[in-house]
């Protein structure tokens, strides 16, 4: 810190101290801003996970090129939508990538080697971050044929073909919740996609390959217009 001296000061020696009232008052005023500083900074870092966060690096680097900045809006009409997904649900996904437990196609051809980049933190940062995202308010527009039908094995299911009613663990209006993910607004090339792999036992999940296996690719086509309409 420089501090500047009047010539007074500088022929009293008596008198050059750290002691001078306006010395005392400029080491407070620099005090009070290192002070104010440092609160700025903590409220920055208490700032992850909320919407307004600073993107993690890796949401710039590999996740926008097919998820979007804020995983509302992608490319292909089989990537997910991220925005206001399960905090839980994504952690152990991107787990699943990393030790190769979730092995479908894409997720192997795209998401090991994105997987393999990330540590636990970097893992639960992303999930933080998407999570933390405004999920699209209203559908995309596009109205796929079945909706009826979809909104229907969603809520009753199909007891004559032992499928569950998909709101059992997916809630009421697709929402999700902790480990079931978020369907809502989801795109429909994806969950066809991935109703699909549950059936053939390509994604391994005992829950979902239990209740897909007798899922027709009819039925997976109206339960996806049904939740892309959402």
Known sequence: MTTYL??????????????????????????????ALLLVAGQASAAVGSADAPAPYR?????MVCHGMTG????????????????SYLEAQLKAYK??????????????PVAQALDSAKITALA???????????????????VKEGKAIFNQGVTNEQIPACMECHGSAGQ???PFPRLAGQRYGYIIQQ??????????????????????VAQMKDVAAYLSSL
Not at 74 to 86: C, F, S
Not at 195 to 216: C, D, E, S
């Open 59 to 63: 949401v710039s680097s590999d996740c």
């Open 99 to 112: 030790d190769h437990s979730r092995a479908d196609q894409n997720g192997e051809i795209y998401m090991w």
């Open 6 to 35: 009047s010539q007074d000061r500088l022929r009293n020696k008596e008198n050059d101290t750290m002691t001078h009232p306006h010395s005392k008052m400029y080491k407070s005023k620099t005090f009070l801003l290192f002070s």
């Open 176 to 178: 999700g919740a902790g």
């Open 72 to 87: 509302r809006d992608t490319l292909y009409p089989i990537v997910p939508r991220l925005a206001g997904q399960h905090k």
């Open 195 to 216: 109703l699909t792999y549950f059936h053939n036992g390509t994604r391994v999940n005992t829950l979902m390959n239990q209740i897909a296996k007798n899922i027709t």
């Open 128 to 146: 933080d971050y998407f999570n933390a995202q405004k999920p699209p308010m209203q559908s995309s527009g596009i109205k796929h044929a079945g």
